[in-house]
């Protein structure tokens, strides 16, 4: 007891230190990457609008200004420690619930299918809401705010729906969230508990996605449908800096994701050109690999044909709600990731990532989402196939806890 009490305002300073965001924003403005136009990022934007462009805009912050990594000494374990590279510009904009700075673990007793590789998860599933997508909608409700948005839509396989709901919340904003039928019943309840609008679509994100418009245009909701609003980017990008600094800014040589709209993997690779611009690394980039459900697989088959864009692609169902994405809007960056980095883009079936999800909880104690058990059954493919190196480092990203599945697996 007297050693409880004494303990107490230590941990408590220690607290009030690691919660405080400092820092400022650096951002510029916003980019199309496709034809180099140039947005405001004072006001509310979108996705590139001149002549029919259509691309995904990215935010751009001055980085030929010197800055020192030792900033990030006394920063908070959370996605804002990277402050400057992050768009949000008052602090009283921010809406958080610590997202961010999640470990990274390696696997332990599964070694012997790791074949003398250096295997670790980046491990989302203890943010808020129990996915990665509390970074992005973080990001994008805390963007949204410092522009005086107050009602905010988007369509989701689930897990968007149950970060908005929540981060609206928080935020005191109103959210409006399109979710399909078949979604399982703990995402529609989340959205629910959090206070948000819930419609239920019969059909897939896409038609969710065409419903949200419709109802943006109706009610001037502003919409942050993936890709298509800028900053959700800006906070998944978060992952790269956090994988950056985790191995000391010494890159691993692979790094495997879950592609549903893409939005993570293009991020990460934003992220480390971010990085290299400011010095903190260097040229040293993973190959990165996507990995998709055998039923949503326009990726995949776009990189074996040697295609530039994706073709819409629904074959129905899947455990992997998250991968349940017809067609990314940013099919062409996802494309272009995969080739500039070198790296590949592989198919996984239900099937096996139940299995995964089963092995990897039984084993190594985690119990993952569909999405992250899919990375770990490609990493032993290509592994098996020799495209991964003996002694490689690799890096699986699991996007989520497995506990909202489990209806499904
Ligand atoms: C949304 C989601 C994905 C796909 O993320 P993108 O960045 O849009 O490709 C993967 N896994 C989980 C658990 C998700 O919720
Ligand atoms: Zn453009």
Redesign the pocket.
């Known amino acids: 007891m007297h050693r409880l009490v004494n303990t107490l305002p230590a941990y408590n300073k220690m607290m009030a230190i690691s919660t405080t965001i400092t820092g400022q924003s650096r951002i510029i403005n916003l980019e199309c990457p496709a034809c180099g136009a140039q947005y405001d990022a004072s006001k509310p934007n979108t996705f590139c609008i001149t002549d029919g462009c259509n691309s995904t805009l990215f935010a751009q912050y001055d980085l030929s200004r010197p800055l020192d990594k030792t900033i990030l000494k006394d920063r908070p374990a959370s996605m804002w420690r990277y402050r400057e590279l992050l768009p949000v510009i008052n602090a009283e904009s921010i809406v958080t619930m610590g997202e961010g700075f999640t470990p990274i673990i390696p696997i332990k007793n599964l070694v012997k299918d790791t074949g003398g590789n250096k295997v670790f998860w980046k491990n989302?599933a203890g943010n808020p809401t129990g996915?990665?997508?509390a970074r992005?909608i973080g990001m994008a409700v805390s963007k949204a705010k410092e522009l005086g948005i107050t009602s905010i839509a988007t369509p989701?396989?689930?897990?968007?729906g149950g970060a908005l709901a929540a981060y609206a919340a928080r935020g005191a904003v109103k959210a409006i969230v399109y979710m399909p039928r078949l979604t399982p019943q703990v995402f529609k309840d989340e959205c629910r508990l959090y206070g948000a609008e819930l419609v239920e679509v019969d059909g897939n994100i896409a038609d969710c996605g065409k419903l949200v418009a419709e109802g943006a245009e109706e009610h001037g909701w502003f919409q942050i449908s993936?890709?298509k609003e800028p900053y959700r980017l800006e906070g998944?990008k978060t992952m790269g800096f956090e994988i950056a600094e985790q191995f000391n800014w010494d890159l691993p040589d692979v790094i495997f994701?879950?592609?549903?709209?893409?939005?993570?993997?293009?991020?990460i690779w934003k992220a480390f050109d971010e990085l290299e611009q400011l010095g903190w690394i260097g040229s040293k980039r993973p190959r990165m690999v996507a990995v998709q459900s055998e039923s949503c697989d326009g990726i995949v088959t776009a990189f074996n044909s040697g295609h530039s864009s994706a073709e819409f692609v629904d074959g129905g169902f899947t455990i992997?709600?998250?991968?349940r994405?017809p067609k990314?809007f940013a099919d062409k960056l996802?494309l272009k990731v995969l080739r500039d980095s070198k790296g590949t883009a592989i198919t996984v079936s239900d099937m096996e990532m139940n299995a995964g999800i089963k092995e990897i909880a039984s084993h190594e104690g985690m119990l993952i989402?569909?999405?992250?058990a899919a990375l770990w059954q490609a990493y032993k493919k290509l592994k098996s196939s020799g495209w991964i190196n003996a002694g490689e480092t690799v890096v699986l990203?699991?996007?989520?806890s497995g506990y909202k599945y489990l209806e499904n697996i």
Do not use: C, D, M
Not at 397 to 400: A, K, L, S
């Open positions: 989302e996915s990665f997508k992005g989701t396989a689930g897990n968007a993936t890709l998944k994701y879950p592609t549903g709209g893409g939005t993570g993997l293009i991020g992997a709600n998250g991968l994405v990314s996802i989402a569909p999405e992250g990203v699991n996007t989520g």
